[in-house]
């Protein structure tokens, strides 16, 4: 077959889509991404992993390389910092929340900033823990992701135990914190898998509403339905 017409029969790549890691005002020059290398095994148990990442995976941090960027409007709005906020990351979801807690430590350092709480997971704490410094940071000595200014962090590790634990479970454990912020006004704030993991965490949010507001299942899917109406439930989904 000429090369002209396989040119022709092979469809152009798809632009690839990440979430921005990182504050715009503390790295104004920069764009911080989070990237996993894609991987997986083919009907024949052919390995292969993801062309875009491994791409990435394996640049020389020291050499410059130039790469053609689009900028789009996500489904993440940077929330205010009067405005209470619940955030839900697990892996690489935890992205975009990087940059909301670098925005809201500086935001913090010129006024009062409302709680922010963060429920972050992964299968092993020793292996996957992305930003595990930058978290425990600001969750320490009145950070904003401290229990002292409303909020908190909380990182369920999935496969450290024999009974896994999810995101889920961490948020039913803290189910009164949830309460309270939903009560206060917080937004809720949802980044990562599109498997299971945003119906999980609707459904547990569910749970939290019905047990703490004491009303019915129904009545908290409502609650939580009007919730995301009113523009205070965001989920940022990939596959």
Known sequence: MPFEWLV?????????????????SVH????????????????????????????????DPQK??????WFQ???????????????VGPGTG??????????????????PTAPLLFFFGCRNEENDFLYRDFWL???????????????????????????KIHVQHK????????WNLLTEGAAVYVAGSANKMPSDVLLAFE?????????????AARWLRALEKAGKYHVEAWS
């Open 171 to 178: 948020m039913r454990e803290q189910s009164v914190k949830i």
């Open 94 to 111: 935890c992205a975009p929340f990087r940059g909301f807690v670098e925005e809201r430590a500086l935001q913090s350092q010129s006024g």
């Open 137 to 163: 940071f600001h969750s320490q000595k009145g950070g904003v992701l401290s229990e002292e200014k409303g909020g908190g962090f909380f990182a369920a590790f999935s496969r450290d135990q024999p009974q």
């Open 8 to 24: 022709q029969l092979v469809p152009p790549l798809k632009t690839r889509a990440f979430s921005i890691s990182s504050s715009h």
């Open 28 to 59: 104004p020059n920069q764009v911080h991404l989070t990237v996993s290398v894609v991987s997986w095994t083919t009907p024949y148990k052919r390995k292969r992993t993801g062309l875009c990442s491994s791409w990435l995976a394996g640049l």
């Open 207 to 219: 749970e939290i509403v019905s047990k703490e507001g004491g009303v019915p299942k129904e009545a």
């Open 73 to 87: 409007k996500g489904s993440l709005p940077s929330p205010p910092p009067s405005l209470p906020v619940i955030v």
């Open 64 to 69: 410059r390389v130039l790469i053609p960027a």
